[in-house]
């Protein structure tokens, strides 16, 4: 049998097997035991550990944690001595070990079963309601306000993301930011910092962060990387260092600056006496040594250095790619203009939930059955009905098993566009059907390729339509578009040629 399967069948079987790894991991996720990190109080003896977001806990104290009910019964009968007891937490990543009297200060959750992303209407997630800081603003302000802040937290990579004006009976203003899967501390760190960045020397500040003096940021890998990892008292620190272009007059206040400074003659160079300093909030960051050759030079182009720390070299690494991130996207999108207070911070309950999801796989599974039971009644073809509800299941796995592979948030208007991916489909299918039984006078092969001909028209006019949609509605329309699209095209380049094929071997 494995043999008469052609080269299109075997490659829809492939993709789908690929899929359903990216979909569920290797092993598969939903068979995995413990509770994972959500996040980890700032401060305390787990993040001193190095305790990270993500890591999942298999047990504490030798007892073996399968689920948030087992990981609270334990916490549950701690700490009766009320002293400080010893608590031993393994990760599948390492051990940790800690004295308290209290429950760890981090956050947990039940592991996903999927590895799929799920947008704010489905997973839920966080709402802040903003206001700036003793003033009240106008109405153009607070657009300046939420452009500046979107900005920044999409160059922080959150994908389901929304930014909006909102304003109460009186008239005061405030800015709405919800975020898919961040809890309440997640929101309140991303928002609660204004993120000014200021280099000075001597204390007199010489260029900001934002577009007025920074005129480009160095991301790739020629002009950002981390540059070294090596032991300290506490761990490891990793040093990373990035380019930096200043606008003109930037560059001008620097060698204004530089000009009546001395050098300094070490053993490791001829530097100047003062140093290049990088605040944060007006706090240190970091102090770079001044090269003799930029004494009183007119120069866009900098270097901007900094480091991360953590108790393995792996955390430090990512601890320094966070950092620089961090400094990047401040320096590109500049300090927020006015300080922020936060009104109200709260959890977002899923609109939908589990239960929605739950819903739709079965209402799509019997809309299936039944098209394949009128496929059957219609044309008496068994194999064809059963290959056409295959074909179909195939689709929806593919495109949940790329939408994992690309971490697409899958929101309501997602699953809409995979609905009508099913429904175009059938249609498609349907025609190869007909065709198939059509003009006994030409061969199968025509008979096919004439179908073709009238799928692959609808494809490119559906694409066509679609594309507008990626930019509709302030990009509302957005997971509709990009998973419609993404749908037709595993449809027309996979699904239906291999469909055609079982077709053939149906008609032999």
């Known amino acids: 049998m494995a043999k008469k399967l052609t080269f299109k069948i075997w490659l829809l079987v492939i993709l789908v097997v690929l899929s359903l790894i990216s979909i569920f991991g290797i092993p598969p996720s939903f068979s995995e035991k413990g509770v994972l990190v959500t996040s980890v109080e700032q401060g305390s003896q787990a993040a001193s550990q190095g305790m990270i977001a993500g890591e999942i806990i298999k047990s504490i104290n030798g007892n073996t944690i399968k689920d948030i009910d087992s990981y609270l019964n334990f916490f549950d009968n701690a700490f009766s001595s009320g002293e400080d007891e010893k608590i031993i937490i393994k990760t599948k990543a390492r051990e940790y070990i800690l004295y308290t009297d209290t429950i760890p200060e981090i956050s947990v959750a039940e592991i996903p ?45 959150l994908t389901d ?55 480009s940021v160095g991301r790739d890998a020629q002009n ?38 001395a050098v300094n003659k070490t053993a490791q160079g001829n530097y100047l006496n003062e140093t290049l300093d990088l605040f944060l909030d007006d706090k ?20 901007i250095s900094g480091s991360g720390s953590g108790a393995t070299k792996e955390d430090a690494y990512e ?24 009104v109200k911070l709260d959890t977002i309950s899923p609109t939908l939930g589990q239960s929605f999801i739950k819903f739709i796989l079965l209402a799509g ?25 295959l074909t179909s299941v195939s689709e929806v796995i593919i495109i949940l098993g790329i939408a994992s592979l690309i971490s697409w948030n899958l929101d309501l208007p997602s699953i809409a566009g995979i609905l009508a991916t099913i429904g175009t489909g059938i249609d498609d299918l349907i025609v190869l059907i ?67 094929d079982m077709i053939k071997k149906g008609s032999n």
Not at 117 to 143: F, V
Not at 234 to 258: E, I, N, P, Q, W
Not at 365 to 389: D, N, P, T
Request: proline fraction near 3%; glycine fraction near 8%.
């Open 319 to 342: 601890d320094a790619q966070a950092s620089m991130k961090q400094l990047q996207t401040i320096l590109i999108t500049g300090s927020l203009p006015y300080k922020l207070e936060i």
């Open 161 to 215: 993301l929304k930014v909006v004006p909102v304003s109460d009976l009186s008239g005061n203003r405030f800015m709405l930011i919800e975020i898919a899967g961040a809890t309440p501390k997640d929101l309140k760190k991303l928002v609660s910092e204004q993120g000014k960045f200021e280099a000075k020397i001597a204390n007199v500040t010489v260029f900001e962060g934002g577009n007025r003096d920074i005129a």
């Open 113 to 157: 079963s999927t590895r799929l992303k799920l947008g704010l209407d489905l997973a839920g997630g966080a709402r802040a309601l903003i206001k700036a800081e003793n003033k009240t603003l106008t109405q153009s302000e607070l657009g300046d306000l939420i452009d500046i802040t979107s900005n920044r937290l999409n160059e922080f990579g």
């Open 434 to 500: 007909d065709e198939s039984k059509g003009n006994l006078f030409i061969s199968l092969k025509q008979r096919l390729k004439r179908a073709f001909a009238i799928i692959m028209g609808a494809y490119f006019t559906s694409l066509v339509s679609l594309l507008p949609l990626l930019w509709a509605g302030a990009g509302l329309l957005k997971g509709f578009a990009i998973t419609t699209i993404i749908g037709i095209s595993v449809g027309v380049l996979i699904t239906r040629p291999a469909f055609a």
């Open 284 to 303: 240190p960051v970091d102090s770079l040594l001044i090269g003799e050759g930029l004494k009183g030079r007119v120069t866009t182009q900098i270097s």
């Open 365 to 389: 599974l019997a809309a299936l059955l039944a098209v394949a039971l009128v496929i059957f009644v219609r044309y008496r073809r068994f194999k064809a009905s059963m290959a056409m509800l």
């Open 224 to 261: 950002a990387r981390i540059e070294s990892c090596n032991p300290s008292k506490d761990g490891y620190v990793c040093r990373f260092s990035f380019t930096v272009t200043l606008s003109g007059d930037a560059a001008k206040r620097h060698a204004d600056m530089t000009a009546g400074l």
